[in-house]
Structures are given as structure tokens and as C-alpha cells.
């Protein structure tokens, strides 16, 4: 499968943004899908996760009340809905796809995750 996540951009403090992860090649209603991102000169960080059966969802401190995960299998898409956003959360995001996997404990390992996406890049101004 191939990953290709869209719907980034700049916006003011305060806005919203929805971020697709749309696949091609395979289904993925056979994974547990994730977004991370990586801002300017750190490590990329975890955001939010979804697992591949129950649909349960986890997220980074960060993101929680904020930030919601969903998956539309039907259109075999991913999105990540972002809401107040803050200039902290400027970065390039990447949507994740782990084969067969529900998380657990381990909901933001990136090495959890099988196949990346190219990133998108959301810059919120402040």
C-alpha cells in the first residue's frame, strides 16, 4: 500500500484544519493507521492513533480535546481533524499504517508502523 497525506497548509492560531491519508494499492481496513509529525529540527513525535479492528483511538497529550482521528474504510481514507490549533503545532505530518495491528501500551511507537506516507506541511501563524 502507498500513502499520500493531504490538506495541509497555513492558518491562524485558532483555526482548523483536516488532514486526509488516502492509500492506494491496498485496503486499509487492514491496518491500524497513525499520524505523527516532526517540526524543524526535532524528532518526529506521535499524534493520534487508530486500531485496525475496534477503532479505538489514542492520542498525544498534545493533541487530546483538540485533535480527532477517524478512518472512512468505505473511501479508504484516514483523516485527522485539527481544531485550535497553536503555532506549536506547525510541522510536517505523516500519516503511518501498521499491518493487522490494534494498539495497545504501545500506541505511539513509530516503530510500530510498516509503511509511511510522504508528509504535508501545516504552519500555523501565530
Known amino acids: 500500500v502507498q500513502l499520500q497525506a493531504c490538506g495541509g497548509g497555513l492558518v491562524q492560531a485558532g483555526g482548523s484544519l483536516r488532514l486526509s491519508c488516502a492509500a492506494s494499492?491496498?485496503?486499509?481496513?487492514?491496518?491500524?493507521m497513525g499520524w505523527f509529525r516532526q517540526a524543524p529540527g526535532k524528532e518526529r513525535e506521535f499524534v493520534a492513533s487508530?486500531?485496525?479492528?475496534?477503532?479505538?483511538?489514542y492520542y498525544a497529550d498534545s493533541a487530546k480535546g483538540r485533535f480527532s482521528i477517524s478512518r472512512d474504510n468505505a473511501q479508504n481514507t484516514v483523516y485527522l481533524q485539527m481544531n485550535s490549533l497553536k503555532p506549536e503545532d506547525t510541522a510536517v505530518y505523516y500519516c503511518?499504517?501498521?499491518?493487522?495491528?490494534?494498539?495497545?501500551?504501545?500506541?505511539?511507537?513509530?516503530?510500530?508502523?510498516?509503511?509511511w506516507g510522504r508528509g504535508t506541511l501545516v504552519t500555523v501563524s501565530s
Open positions: 494499492g491496498r485496503t486499509l481496513s487492514s491496518y491500524g
Open positions: 503511518a499504517a501498521a499491518l493487522f495491528r490494534n494498539f495497545h501500551s504501545d500506541y505511539d511507537r513509530r516503530s510500530n508502523m510498516d509503511i
Open positions: 487508530i486500531n485496525w479492528t475496534d477503532g479505538r483511538t
